[in-house]
């Protein structure tokens, strides 16, 4: 296993399980020992892991609270990007949207519209758009994770080549100048990829909190994606990578 390949299951391993032992992370990844502690300094000087005596943990940045408690963050910016989003959106149009409570918040703006095509992995869209206004709704397959009603793995994968949709809406943990768009783990940054190639145009919708911020796990580049909904200007850097990688950016504030 290559080292960047090694310190990003660390990173996925202490997320899922909050703290992990200097050992058990050697016997799991078939390493020694003072390889994983070399990875851990690593990952602390980059600010992904916090040392503690004998392992090491997620600093306090990076853990996300739960998915209710993270709908009422910055509440308001969400809900003007969200507007701003479902005004992207005709009436008859296919959409496919991931988990994320700011994609929740897409979901109930785009109550109004008709005769949608709807893909999603996250039951809380799923509901929230089915049996309305002629609409067709599709959700993934598989095992609906408690926190957020999201099913991700490989058959959430597959669910999602079966669609070749107009539009992609992605929620994102973080926007970073040279990294681009990040996430706290790989199976939703895996979900929000193949969401991306499956779409004719891909917008993102991140509320200023996410914004020069990292996150452990690269989903794509901004060349990747047309359109970003925020909801205060960028920094100027920021701007001119976006107008560089052709992204059109909209900001609702």
Do not use: W
Not at 90 to 112: F, I, K, Q
Request: a negative charge; glycine letters at 8%; hydrophobic letters at 45%.
């Amino acid at each position: 296993m290559h080292a960047t390949e090694r310190q990003s299951a660390i990173v996925t391993a202490v997320r899922e399980r909050g703290l992990c032992g200097v050992g058990d992370l050697a016997e799991r990844l078939h390493v020694s020992d003072e390889t994983i502690r070399r990875d851990i300094r690593r990952l602390a000087a980059r600010g992904l892991v916090r040392k503690v005596h004998g392992g090491v943990a997620l600093p306090e940045p990076l853990r996300e609270s739960a998915f209710r408690q993270r709908m009422d963050e910055h509440a308001e910016a969400k809900r003007a990007i969200a507007e701003a989003t479902a005004g992207l959106i005709e009436n008859g149009e296919s959409v496919m949207l991931d988990t994320g409570t700011t994609t929740a918040y897409v979901a109930r703006a785009l109550t109004g519209h008709r005769d949608l095509l709807v893909a999603t992995n996250c039951a809380d869209i799923a509901r929230t758009l089915a049996s309305r206004n002629g609409n067709r709704v599709y959700i993934a397959g598989g095992e609906i994770r408690a926190d957020d009603g999201a099913v991700l793995g490989h058959e959430a994968i597959r669910f999602v080549e079966r669609f070749q949709v107009h539009t992609a809406i992605l929620s994102i943990a973080a926007v970073d100048l040279d990294a681009g768009l990040m996430d706290y783990y790989v199976d939703e940054a895996e979900f929000s990829s193949a969401v991306i190639r499956h779409a004719q145009r891909a917008v993102v919708v991140a509320d200023h909190a996410k914004i020069n911020r990292r996150a452990p796990v690269r989903v794509a580049g901004f060349e990747d994606i047309d359109v970003l909904v925020t909801d205060q200007q960028l920094p100027l850097d920021y701007a001119r990578r976006l107008e560089t990688a052709g992204v059109n950016l909209i900001v609702t504030g």
